[in-house]
């Protein structure tokens, strides 16, 4: 049985929703990467040096990141030896098995979200302003609510113009309590006050905004110290998720923020907002094997249900949908 058959098997489990919404959401990348691919195999009769030299240039445009090319050049490689493929055609299936394979390597792969099954669950957001951190947060705290929990925004950004109005946009919209003081307050003491009220209100999950400057990274860096230890001292073993959000189409950029921010607080995990924006949807396996950090989430499109749990199997058939459809067809 061909790779592409049984991604699809592993996926029709799941919801046919969750798969469109990837399908969808990955038009743009898979437009790019997998009509170049295509163009790849028709123009070579068999699998050379010069094949694996431009299929490496289609992954680095597609933002894949150039350790985790290298990586995966190599792998095809020594797959291609290891089969004896000779037929181009053949190694689009290899490409997408081990895409999978990449994602899923090392311990920390898990998308799940730590929840606590008693007592409150925290979740800082970190990340610089104008990647949709707020609307992030607006869109988790909506599948919340609609799962049965009862849920609290705290506006820990308190010094972007606007930041702490927008949140409370947001609790409007999806029917949910924000704590705020006025803009220009210590972050920390927002924190503090969300946790007394999220503790009284018997809430299952606390969700944390906070500032986005990086002008000057070593005041911000000692700022989300400073509202982790008070989250920490309120609740122990809290804050239990660190979610970086990132911008998609920022490609490259978004590495860097990461790194910045790995470096400065312990990310648990990357919301990679507007995926459905660019044609660098690689960026996901970038960010997986040269940061360590599981993706999370993924936003999809503009809808309140469009931030989607990732999920390796969904992401690769979402960039190879055409190909497994045009085998489905061949085999009927």
């Not at 607006?138 to 950004?157: I, N, P, Q, R, T």
């Amino acid at each position: 049985m061909s790779f592409f058959k049984r991604l699809k098997e592993k996926i029709t489990k799941q919801t046919d929703t969750v798969t469109e919404k990837f399908k969808d959401g990955l038009t743009k990348t898979r437009d790019n990467f997998s009509s170049k691919v295509n163009d790849l195999v028709a123009r070579y009769r068999k699998v050379d040096e010069d094949f694996f030299e431009e299929l490496e240039e289609i992954l680095i445009q597609a933002d894949v990141g150039f350790d985790t090319v290298m990586e995966l050049i190599d792998e095809l490689k020594m797959e291609v030896k290891r089969k004896n493929i000779q037929d181009p055609a053949e190694v689009q299936g290899v490409i997408s098995e081990k895409l999978v394979e990449i994602y899923n390597s090392g311990n920390e792969a898990s998308s799940e979200l730590n929840i606590q099954e008693t007592g409150l669950t925290v979740i800082l957001f970190v990340g610089v302003n104008g990647v949709g951190k707020t609307t992030t947060i607006g869109k988790l705290a909506h599948k919340f609510k609609s799962e049965g929990k009862k849920v609290v925004l705290a506006a820990g950004d308190t010094f972007r113009a606007g930041a702490i109005e927008q949140l409370e946009v947001w609790g409007e919209r999806v029917g949910v309590d924000v704590i705020k003081q006025d803009a220009g307050s210590d972050p920390a003491a927002v924190m503090f006050d969300a946790i007394q009220a999220a503790k009284s209100r018997n809430t299952d999950i606390l969700l944390c905004d906070t500032a986005g400057r990086l002008q000057n990274k070593v005041n911000l860096m000692k700022e989300l110290e400073k509202v982790k230890r008070v989250i920490e001292r309120e609740i122990p073993g809290a804050p239990h998720e660190v979610l970086l959000v990132l911008d998609a189409t920022t490609g490259q950029n978004a590495m860097i923020q990461a790194k910045t921010f790995k470096e400065a607080t312990n990310v648990s995990g990357i919301v990679l907002t507007k995926l459905d924006g660019t044609a660098k949807g690689g960026i996901v396996l970038a960010i997986r094997n040269e940061l360590h950090i599981p993706v999370k989430f993924v936003g999809l499109g503009e809808k309140m249900d469009d931030l989607q749990e990732f999920d390796a199997e969904q992401y690769v058939y979402g960039l190879f949908a055409d190909l497994v459809e045009k085998e489905e067809l061949e085999e009927q």
